[in-house]
């Protein structure tokens, strides 16, 4: 029996960070989604002023999140690297501002090659990854409730090209100083940089199973590409 038990356990902590089925949806009604797709109020309103305005180009842009694994048994779980290539968004490079978002239903878990450029030496099951997403849309980050994940940047006066970047997620607004690489060209503008956030601010309970013996890290670790191109 005490055979058995030891390789039940086993058996669990290998499915990954798989943790218990997702509690049923909150009664509070879902946030309505709508991304429009053309310049929105003041990037209309600048447009429409003759203001250069640019639109994120979803096709070259990247935003990942790499979460690691914790806990006393966290050799037998797995890091993560969550992606979103689905930013819709603009840039109004002369005011030094910036606002994008992406659905959280639409983020990819676990490519091989972002895992690979994250430095992971792994690559969990198909089950495995599709237990992560289903987990992570539905207990972790309430999807249903909140859809989108917004971001707002400013230029910081006499920073050079540090943002102060604002993250909406879960419903709660955090910002942060990110010193950001920004190349421009008459064609395009690319911004780079990196950040990391805790989850327990947006009031996001990290994942964990067998009384935290394997668990997510609150520590999340943000990359982000961003290209935008005049808008049209």
């Given at each position: 029996m005490k055979h058995m038990t030891r390789w039940l356990l086993l058996a669990l902590l290998l499915a990954g960070c798989a943790a218990p089925p997702p509690p049923p949806p909150s009664p509070a009604?879902?946030?309505?989604?709508?991304?429009?797709?053309t310049a929105p109020g003041w990037y209309a309103t600048a447009a429409a002023a003759g203001k250069k305005?640019?639109?994120?180009?979803a096709a070259q842009s990247l935003v990942t999140v790499t979460v690691r694994r914790g806990?006393?048994?966290?050799?037998?779980?797995?890091?993560?690297?969550?992606?979103?290539?689905?930013?819709?968004?603009?840039?109004?490079?002369d005011a030094g501002r910036a606002d994008f978002q992406f659905r959280l239903d639409q983020m990819t878990v676990d490519e091989a090659a972002?895992?690979?450029?994250?430095g992971l030496d792994t690559q969990p099951s198909a089950d495995a990854?599709?237990?992560?997403?289903d987990n992570m849309l539905?207990?972790?980050?309430?999807a249903e409730r909140y859809p989108l994940?917004?971001?707002?940047?400013?230029?910081?006066?006499?920073?050079?090209?540090?943002?102060?970047?604002?993250?909406?997620?879960?419903g709660v607004a955090r910002w942060y100083e990110v010193p950001t690489k920004?190349?421009?060209s008459k064609t395009s503008l690319t911004a780079t940089g990196e950040l990391r956030m805790l989850q327990t601010d947006f009031g996001i309970k990290p994942m964990s199973v067998m009384a935290g013996a394997l668990t997510v890290q609150d520590q999340m670790e943000l990359a982000f590409r961003i290209v935008a191109a005049p808008l049209k």
């Open positions: 009604p879902p946030v309505a989604v709508t991304v429009d797709d305005i640019y639109k994120i180009d806990g006393p048994m966290a050799r037998f779980g797995h890091d993560h690297v969550i992606a979103s290539r689905t930013l819709a968004g603009y840039v109004a490079p972002l895992r690979t450029a994250a990854i599709q237990g992560t997403r539905g207990r972790v980050l309430e994940v917004l971001l707002q940047a400013e230029l910081l006066p006499n920073r050079g090209d540090t943002l102060k970047l604002t993250v909406t997620l879960h920004i190349e421009r």
